[in-house]
C-alpha cells in the first residue's frame, strides 16, 4: 500500500514512537513573530530552558507593526512593548530577528519562502494558523498555540498524532480572470469551514499543477479557513524553478541531491485518502464572500442568499446572523454592494502576482470617489521588487495608499483598521465579525477583484469594467 | 497545568456556529506580553450587548460553555484558551472543534468536549429552561452526565492521562533528549539553517 505525500513528510520526521503515546515529530523551521512568542520566552525563563535550535528558528514583527512612518517609534505604547519584547527575546536566545524597517522585514509567510528557507519535505510550525502557507511547497506546515511554541523552542519538536488525509482533486484548466484566490474560495464554500478537519489537505489535479508558486500559496494559505490545519501541493519543476537562487537553497551538488529527494515527494499511485472531493476549475468565476465565515462566499454574478434557503438549521441561523451583522438583504445582487475600503496584502495576497494584478487592473483607471484603498505588501523585499517594476506608480496615480509592508488590515492590530459599519474588499483571509476592526464588514475577494472593485466603488471583477 | 479529573457546575448555553477565536478574544487583547488579564477580553465585542448570555445574571459563575459546531475556528491564539480559563470556564462542550483551539486547550487543562449536535442542543435547552442545574464532567468516565442525561465521549488515552495528571508536555518530551540528538544526527546534511 502507497503513502500520500502527507505521510511520507510526516513518517520522515518521527524522532520517536511509542505505543500508546503520541509521535514525537521533529520540526525543522520555527517561524516566530511578536503576537503569540512573549508567553512562550517567559516559559523557557521560568523553567530554565533555553531554546534548543535556534539555527532552525527565525522571527519577524509583522503583526503589529504601522505601515505608515517606519522611522518613528510605534505611537500604541502596548504594541511597542510587543514589538520590544520581541527584539530582547531574541537577543536574549540568540534568534535571527527581522525587525521593522529592516530589508528582510515582512509577514512570517512571505518572508519563509522568499528566503528559500520553505523547501519540499520539511516540517515548518509557527504560532499562527496560516502557517499551512508553506505546504505550497510540499512541506508539512501548521500553526500552533503559545504552549507548543514553547515546546518547540526549548525541544525541536511536538508530540503529534499522526493526521488523516484528504485530497482536493481540481480538475480542468481556471478559465481567464479567474485566480487561485477565486479556487481557494469556492473549495471552502463547498467543503465548508469544518470540511477539513482533522486532515491534511492534498491539492491535486491540473489547475493546481499549472498555478505559479505564488497562487499555490494563496490556496494552501487558507486551508485553515476550511477547517484543515495543513494543506499540501507536491513539488515540482515549478517549485524547483522557484527556489533555485534563493538566499537559503541548497547549491551546487547538494542542489541535486535535494531535487533528487524532492521527486519522490509524491502520493503514491496505490496510496487511499482518508476523504476526496473533487472540483471542476473550468466552471468557476470570479468568488466573494457575503457572510461573516469564509465558507459564506458565491459567485460574483449570484445574489446575498435568502436564509430560508439553507435546509440544515445551523447554517440558516448563521446565515440569518451573517447578514444581520452585514447589512444585507437576501435579494441582493452582490455586484450592487458598495464598499468604503479595498484592501490589498496580507499573507494570503500580499505577494509580487498579487500587486502586478492590481496595477494591471488600476492602470490608467482612478479610485472612486469616498473609496479608501490601501495597498500593503507583504514584505520588504516585494515593496522593493513592486518599486522596481513601478507598480507603485500606478497604484498611487490611481489615488490608492501605497504602504510599508505587515499584516496590517488582515486583522488590524495596528493603525489600520474599519470603522464600525464600514465595508471593504479584501484580499485577506476572514471575514470574521470585527476582524478588520470592531463593527467593520469584510467581503473576501482575489487581487483583480479588489482593484476592479476600488474603481467602481462596489463589488466588480475586472472584466466588468 | 490544572490537573482535570471531573468537573460540576452549571452551564451556558452559547447558540452560535463558527465561534471564531476572533469573537472569542478579539485581536486588540493580544498586545499583552503576559499570560493574565484575558478574562476581560473574553467575548469582547458580543459582551457590549446587554442580552448577550454571558451578560444574563443566572449563568454569572457558570463554567461549562456549551456552544454550536466548529467552535474555535481560525486563529492559532491560545489567548482564546487563556481568557475563556480565566474567565472561570473548565470545560467547552460542542459538536466540533478547530483543530488548533482544541489542542491548544488541552495543552492548558481547558477540557474540550465533542458531543453530537443533538445532545448538544439537549444541554443548551436544559441551561435555558433550568439556569441552575448542574452538569458534570467526568474525564475518568468520559461520561457528561446532566439530570436523566448521560452521554459519552471519546478522547484518546494519552491525553486524558496527561490532562488526569495535569503534566506538562515539555517536560516529557525532555525524557528523550537522547532520541531527539539522535534524530538530529541522521537528518539530510543540507537542509536549510537559519543563520
Known amino acids: 500500500m502507497g503513502r500520500t505525500l502527507a505521510e511520507k513528510v510526516y513518517d520522515a520526521h518521527v524522532v520517536r514512537r511509542a505505543e500508546g503515546e503520541p509521535d514525537l515529530l521533529y520540526i525543522d523551521l520555527h517561524l516566530v513573530h511578536e503576537v503569540t512568542s512573549p508567553q512562550a520566552f517567559d516559559g523557557l525563563r521560568m523553567a530554565g530552558r533555553t531554546v534548543r535550535r535556534p539555527d532552525l528558528t527565525i522571527a519577524t514583527e509583522d503583526h503589529n507593526v504601522p505601515t505608515t512612518d517606519l522611522l518613528r517609534p510605534i505611537a500604541d505604547p502596548v504594541s511597542r512593548t510587543q514589538v520590544e519584547t520581541l527584539r530582547k527575546n531574541c537577543a536574549e536566545f540568540g534568534i535571527r530577528l527581522h525587525p521593522m524597517g529592516d530589508e528582510g522585514q515582512g509577514i512570517v509567510h512571505v518572508i519563509g519562502p522568499q528566503l528559500g528557507l520553505t523547501q519540499p519535505g520539511m516540517t515548518v510550525v509557527c504560532g499562527d494558523s496560516h502557517t499551512s502557507t508553506h505546504g505550497a511547497f510540499g512541506a508539512l506546515a501548521f500553526g500552533i498555540g503559545t504552549s507548543e511554541v514553547e515546546h518547540v523552542l526549548a525541544t525541536q519538536t511536538l508530540p503529534q498524532t499522526k493526521p488523516k488525509t484528504m485530497a482536493v482533486t481540481v480538475n480542468g484548466a ?13 473549495i471552502i464554500a463547498k467543503i465548508g ?24 500559496m494563496t490556496v494552501c ?7 484543515a490545519r495543513a494543506g499540501m501541493i507536491a513539488p515540482d519543476e515549478t517549485t524547483f524553478a522557484y527556489l533555485k537562487g534563493r538566499p537559503h537553497a541548497p547549491k551546487g551538488e547538494d542542489w541535486d541531491r535535494a531535487v533528487a529527494y524532492w521527486k519522490s515527494l509524491r502520493t503514491d499511485d496505490d496510496a487511499a485518502f482518508d476523504k476526496e472531493v473533487v472540483i471542476d476549475a473550468s466552471t468557476l468565476t470570479p468568488y466573494v464572500t457575503w457572510g461573516t465565515n469564509p465558507g459564506q462566499g458565491l459567485p460574483l454574478s449570484e445574489s446575498v442568499p435568502d436564509p430560508a434557503s439553507f435546509d440544515d438549521p445551523v447554517e440558516r441561523a448563521a446565515a440569518e446572523r451573517a447578514l444581520e ?65 513601478g507598480l507603485h506608480e500606478v497604484i498611487k496615480a490611481a489615488g490608492a495608499e501605497w504602504r510599508e509592508s505587515g499584516c496590517s488590515m488582515c486583522l488590524a492590530m495596528n493603525p489600520d483598521k474599519l470603522s464600525p459599519g464600514e465595508r471593504s474588499a479584501s484580499t485577506s483571509n476572514r ?35 | 497545568m490544572e490537573a482535570f479529573t471531573s468537573h460540576t457546575g452549571r452551564a451556558v448555553p452559547l447558540r452560535r456556529s463558527n465561534v471564531d477565536t476572533d469573537q472569542i478574544i478579539p485581536a486588540v487583547w493580544l498586545k ?32 461549562i460553555l456549551v456552544a454550536g459546531p466548529d467552535f474555535g475556528t481560525g486563529s492559532s491564539r491560545e489567548h482564546a ?17 478547530g ?97
Open chain 1, 325 to 389: 451583522y452585514m447589512g444585507l438583504t437576501a435579494g441582493t445582487p452582490l455586484r450592487d454592494i458598495a464598499v468604503d475600503t479595498v484592501f490589498v496584502g496580507s499573507c494570503t495576497n500580499g505577494r509580487i502576482e498579487d500587486l502586478r494584478a492590481v496595477a494591471e487592473v488600476l492602470k490608467g483607471r482612478k479610485v472612486a470617489d469616498g473609496v479608501r484603498m490601501l495597498v500593503v505588501p507583504g514584505s520588504m523585499k516585494v515593496k522593493k521588487q513592486a518599486e522596481e517594476e
Open chain 1, 193 to 216: 469551514t469544518g470540511g477539513g478537519q482533522g486532515h491534511v489537505i492534498e491539492y491535486r489535479g491540473e489547475a493546481i499543477r499549472s498555478l505559479s508558486m505564488e497562487g499555490r
Open chain 1, 174 to 186: 481556471l478559465p481567464p480572470g479567474v485566480t487561485a484566490k477565486d479556487l481557494i474560495l469556492a
Open chain 2, 32 to 63: 499583552q506580553v503576559s499570560r493574565t488579564g484575558f478574562d476581560k477580553g473574553l467575548f469582547s465585542a458580543w459582551r457590549e450587548d446587554p442580552d448577550f448570555v454571558l451578560n444574563k445574571p443566572e449563568y454569572q459563575g457558570a463554567s
Open chain 2, 81 to 97: 484558551v487563556w481568557a475563556l480559563q480565566q474567565y472561570g470556564f473548565r470545560v467547552v462542550i460542542a459538536p466540533r472543534f
Open chain 1, 431 to 465: 471575514n470574521f465579525e470585527g476582524r478588520q476592526g470592531p463593527g467593520g464588514r469584510t467581503h473576501l475577494v482575489s487581487p483583480a477583484v479588489a482593484a476592479a472593485t476600488a474603481v467602481t466603488g462596489r463589488l466588480t471583477a475586472p472584466a466588468d469594467l
Open chain 2, 99 to 195: 483543530d488548533i483551539f482544541r489542542n491548544n486547550a488541552t495543552k492548558m487543562g481547558l477540557l474540550p468536549v465533542v458531543l453530537p449536535g443533538d445532545v448538544v442542543d439537549r444541554l443548551q435547552t436544559r441551561a435555558e429552561r433550568e439556569p441552575a442545574a448542574e452538569v458534570t464532567v467526568d474525564l475518568g468516565a468520559r461520561e457528561v452526565r446532566a439530570g436523566d442525561l448521560v452521554a459519552s465521549f471519546e478522547i484518546d488515552d494519552y491525553t486524558r492521562w496527561r490532562l488526569m495528571e495535569g503534566l506538562d508536555d515539555i517536560g516529557l518530551t525532555l525524557r528523550h533528549a537522547d532520541d531527539i540528538a539522535a534524530y538530529e544526527r541522521r537528518r539530510l546534511d543540507w537542509l536549510p539553517t537559519t543563520v
Open chain 1, 221 to 227: 494559505n487558507m486551508s485553515i479557513e476550511a477547517g
